[in-house]
């Protein structure tokens, strides 16, 4: 059974830094594909990043401020989030899922098949 269990939210001021994990355990990121996913109060839940097999993808939103990245040895994801902004405060959930090929797929939840329980992020201004 795959498990996912992010770490490393918190409370920044804008401009700052953080960089959050995940770790998967009962399979690999290389047999899956990893995609980072964010939702703040009210709102949809919203594609932030993805390494899937047929590449890397960012959200408009973020693109040249963060960063996805995994660690094969370790089991374990990243999301290095640079110039962070008041409205990227979020909770921030890690998710796994199997190969898709329809352009975008990366994109939506539903592509997904294994969720962590999120990690709070804050961005004060």
């Known amino acids: 059974q795959v498990q996912l269990v992010e770490s490393g939210g918190g409370l920044v001021q804008a401009g700052g830094s953080l960089r959050l994990s995940c770790a998967i355990s009962?399979?690999?990121?290389?047999?899956?594909?990893m995609g980072w996913f964010r939702q703040a109060p009210g709102k949809e839940r919203e594609f932030v990043a993805a390494i899937r097999s047929s590449g890397i993808y960012y959200g408009d939103s973020v693109k040249g401020r963060f960063t996805i990245s995994r660690n094969s040895a370790k089991n374990t994801g990243y999301l290095q989030m640079n110039s962070l902004k008041p409205e990227d405060t979020a909770v921030y959930y890690c998710?796994?899922?199997?190969?898709?090929?329809?352009?975008?797929?990366?994109?939506?939840?539903?592509?997904?098949?294994?969720w962590g329980q999120g990690t709070q992020v804050t961005v004060s201004s």
């Open positions: 009962g399979g690999t990121f290389s047999s899956y594909g």
């Open positions: 998710a796994a899922g199997p190969s898709c090929s329809s352009s975008g797929c990366h994109r939506y939840p539903s592509m997904y098949g294994y």
